[in-house]
Antibody
Framework: EVQVVESGGGLVKPGGSLRLSCAAS????????MKWVRQAPGKGLEWVGR??????????DYAAPVKGRFTISRDDSTNTLYLQLTSLKTEDTAVYYC?????????????WGQGTLVTVSS | QSALTQPPSASGSPGQSVTISCTGT?????????VSWYQQHPGKAPKLMIY???KRPSGVPDRFSGSKSGNTASLTVSGLQAEDEADYYC??????????FGGGTKLTVL
């Protein structure tokens, strides 16, 4: 069974940093293109970014609002995905979901974790 | 990348059919067959209902179907049931390694 479990959320001040983790199991993680999606309270879904598998270059892409502030990385030895959040703004307050596609490189979001809440407030 | 356009709300009575639209551009919905749809109940994670325009993952009832015409994709729910009441989001590949979601549609079963 595919499982992804996010952790690391919490309360942080504007301008601060936080690192989220996503523990994956039930599939060949090193082959998967992994994505982060966020959802602000009472709002819709927003794609944050994606990291390709290392065999496909391991490159990352980000949505415009987070580019230059957020960094996605992966550790295939521990089946863990990371999202480093820096220069946080109040508008980054959201539940952050770790996801992967129906196929390893699918541009969809087939498997979701329960999410981890990041609150940016002074 | 602008969000895809969905109606904020839709409704139907049990047993009826309802269709939710998702309008983009030739750079996203119209340019690729990578439109997907998600169902989200309050307080829960989204669930994939349709991928690649019209494919259903196993376990998703065949009451849910997807289609696309030009720059607009659609999700049709036939034989509405009370448990279909939820928020629905579309998503599309938008080229240049970007992905984009719609703003979401709240489906009410009357």
């Amino acid at each position: 069974e595919v499982q992804v479990v996010e952790s690391g959320g919490g309360l942080v001040k504007p301008g601060g940093s936080l690192r989220l983790s996503c523990a994956a199991s039930g599939f060949i993680f090193k082959n998967a293109w992994m994505k982060w999606v966020r959802q602000a309270p009472g709002k819709g879904l927003e794609w944050v970014g994606r990291i390709k598998s290392k065999v496909n270059g391991g490159t990352t892409d980000y949505a415009a609002p987070v580019k230059g502030r957020f960094t996605i990385s992966r550790d295939d030895s521990t089946n863990t995905l990371y999202l480093q959040l820096t220069s946080l703004k109040t508008e980054d307050t959201a539940v952050y979901y770790c996801t992967t596609g129906f196929y390893y490189d699918s541009p969809d979001f087939a498997y979701w974790g329960q999410g981890t809440l990041v609150t940016v407030s002074s | 990348q602008s969000a895809l356009t969905q109606p904020p709300s839709a409704s139907g009575s049990p047993g009826q059919s309802v269709t939710i639209s998702c309008t983009g551009t030739s750079s996203d919905v119209g340019g690729y067959n990578f439109v997907s749809w998600y169902q989200q109940h309050p307080g829960k994670a989204p669930k994939l209902m349709i991928y690649e325009v019209n494919k259903r993952p196993s376990g998703v009832p065949d009451r849910f179907s997807g289609s696309k015409s030009g720059n607009t994709a659609s999700l049709t729910v036939s034989g509405l049931q009370a448990e279909d009441e939820a928020d629905y989001y579309c998503s599309s590949y938008a080229g240049s390694n970007n992905l984009v979601f719609g703003g979401g549609t709240k489906l009410t079963v009357l």
